[in-house]
Structure formats: C-alpha cells, structure tokens
C-alpha cells in the first residue's frame, strides 16, 4: 500500500469555482501534513501546512482528518493562475529516519 | 537571500559516462534530499542524508551515488549503471524532526537539473 494516496484527476474548472481535493495517508502516527504546488517543469513549493486543527490562508483552506487518515484542500473562487497540480506530503514521526512522503498529485486546470 | 541552488539547470550525459549534480544550501539546514520526477509521476527518493557523512538510500538508489562532506552540499552523481537516467532531478532540504521538535517543518526545493541523454 502506498504511503500517500491522492486523485489524480484532472480536475477542470471554471473559474470562480471551489474545487476541493482529498488524500489519503497511510501512517497513523504521521505527524507533519503539507500541500504543495507544481507548476509545469518547475518545482514544488509549498503551498501550506496542515495543522491539526485546520488552517486557512486566503481563499485556501486545508484540514486533516484523523480518524478516517485524509487531508483536504479546498480552494475558493478559483483563479486561472492556480492551475497547476497540487502535491500532498505527509512526514511520519518514526520509522523512516525524516523521510518526506509525496502523493502523486492532483492536477488542476481552471477554464476562463 | 536564503535558499538551494542546484546546478547545471540542463545536463547531457553521453552512454557511459558518470554526470554529477550539484546541490547547495544556505539555509543552514541539517537534511537533505535527493528525487527523481519523470514526466507526469511522481516524486521518487534516490537518497537523503539527516547530517553531515552520513546518508541513506531511498526507493531508487541503484545507479546513483551521494556524498556530504559538508552541511551545505549534497552532490548527486548518475553512474553509467543508470540505464534510464533522463529525468528532473530536484533537491531539497529540511530541518529534521528532533521528537516532538521542529514538526511541521517543510521541505524546500532547488528548482531542479533536467537530465538527458545524447
């Protein structure tokens, strides 16, 4: 079983849309959530991290849920600039030394 | 300003030839990593290293080989026994997790070597 799942999609939205994508986690005891954000041939750059009791920034908003091991990302009013894919990455506390675990991401494009 | 820089941004390895990637850091950083994307995957550990000399294999090792000798550097060198190295390449960094301290603590990216073959 992989460490972090995610839905690859594609997702197409129009703009001024909330998309929301979910990932799915493996380690119980992973401690560390974050989103991050690829655009074409770039790298990653984190978007934000997850905190236990949610958190947003602007028009995102992330949660972790740890009873059914899933983080969220929902983003409102989507814009064209936020078409790109979306990485999960979990951190588990123990066991692989700090190792960083990537979902294969979600890819977004918003329609005009 | 802070960051990591890898260099060369685009690499041509001949067949046989062994390349080397250089990643550098200035964020003071005791962790640091090595991955593999290929076009529409994935990021792939190759190897990572928590702290100075020493370092460990991640899931694609073979074909690859690292050292760090110093806290701001972690060159990756791509054998001649990689038969498929056309790829990004990306290094990153991080404060390690020290128990319940510095959780939360992200990793940050060079902005990647694209590799070839000629």
């Known amino acids: 079983r992989k460490e972090v799942e995610q839905d690859p999609g594609p997702f197409n939205v129009p703009e001024g849309a909330t998309v929301a994508f979910n990932c799915t986690y493996s380690n119980s005891a992973s401690q560390s959530f974050f989103w991050y954000r690829q655009d074409c041939r770039k790298e990653p750059k984190l978007l934000m991290s997850v905190y236990s009791s949610g958190n947003e920034d602007g028009r995102f908003t992330a949660q972790l849920n740890r009873a059914s091991q899933y983080i969220s990302l929902l983003i409102r009013d989507s814009k064209l600039s936020d078409s790109a894919t979306y990485l999960c990455?979990?951190?588990?506390?123990?066991?692989?030394?700090?190792?960083?675990?990537f979902g294969t991401g979600t890819s977004l494009t918003v329609i005009p | 300003d802070g960051g990591i820089t890898q260099s060369p941004k685009y690499l041509f390895r001949k067949e046989g030839q062994n390349v080397t990637l250089s990643c550098e850091q200035n964020l003071n950083h005791d962790a640091m990593y090595w991955y593999r994307q290929d076009p529409g995957q994935g990021l792939r550990l190759i190897y990572y290293s928590q702290i100075v000399n020493d370092f460990q294999k991640g899931d694609i090792a073979e074909g690859y080989s690292v050292s760090r000798e110093k806290k701001e550097s972690f060159p990756l060198t791509v054998t001649s026994a990689q038969k498929n190295p056309t790829a990004f390449y990306l290094c990153?960094?991080?404060?390690?997790?020290?128990?319940?301290?510095?959780?939360?603590?992200?990793?940050?990216f060079g902005d990647g070597t694209r590799l070839s073959i000629l």
């Open positions: 990153a960094s991080s404060i390690p997790r020290q128990g319940a301290l510095y959780s939360n603590q992200p990793q940050h």
């Open positions: 990455v979990v951190n588990p506390i123990s066991g692989t030394g700090n190792q960083f675990y």
